[in-house]
């Protein structure tokens, strides 16, 4: 069946805009979760779903990152007033349990200039 | 924060060559998984052990898991350029957060056809 799909796959953005990151999660998975990978470093957590409710949003950097998942299925992580420390590759998985394995999509690479 | 560290950074061999990178991390866990990152792609999940497993086959690989060491080896053998890309070793802390993976920072493997 299809995996993961995250688009856009590249994203450029001026500092001080806002962008939008679109996570699609193989269907029927409960559990929702989004990840930022700075260059040359592990994945780091940022955000939980568990159907639309968001149960853990600890790993958020700041306040300008929102991430929601109104119908339980698709999830948007947005990033307001981009500074360049944003600049990163946000990575969404999905799986069917919080305690499953995590099934990552590809990611979007964001580039703030 | 990173939990686990692997070892080495990188690691460069030729086709046919055993390869092992290993990890170490910092708190007790419930599982311990290895994912695969080629360039430009997610993550993809290579196997999972549990803290009361000590040794886990799939193919070509072999996961090793020490507690009271607080490490795990990923051995692949009969390498093959294919086999191209960074590995991260990934822990979920037991306890109430056990959903939050945590990631090494990766050791990039270059297998020279």
Known sequence: GAGVSQSPRYKVAKRGQDVALRCDPISGHVSLFWYQQALGQGPEFLTYFQNEAQLDKSGLPSDRFFAERPEGSVSTLKIQRTQQEDSAVYLCASSQGAKDTQYFGPGTRLTVL | ?113
């Open chain 2, 1 to 113: 924060s990173q939990q686990g560290e692997e070892d080495p950074q990188a690691l460069s061999i030729q086709e046919g060559e055993n390869a092992t990178m290993n990890c170490s991390y910092k708190t007790s866990i419930n599982n311990l998984q290895w994912y695969r990152q080629n360039s430009g792609r997610g993550l993809v999940h290579l196997i999972l052990i549990r803290s009361n497993e000590r040794e886990k086959h799939s193919g070509r690989l072999r996961v090793t898991l020490d507690t009271s060491k607080k490490s795990s080896s990923l051995l692949i053998t009969a390498s093959r350029a294919a086999d191209t890309a960074s590995y991260f070793c990934a822990t979920d802390p037991s306890g109430g957060s056990n959903y939050k993976l945590t990631f090494g920072k990766g050791t990039l493997l270059t297998v020279n056809p």
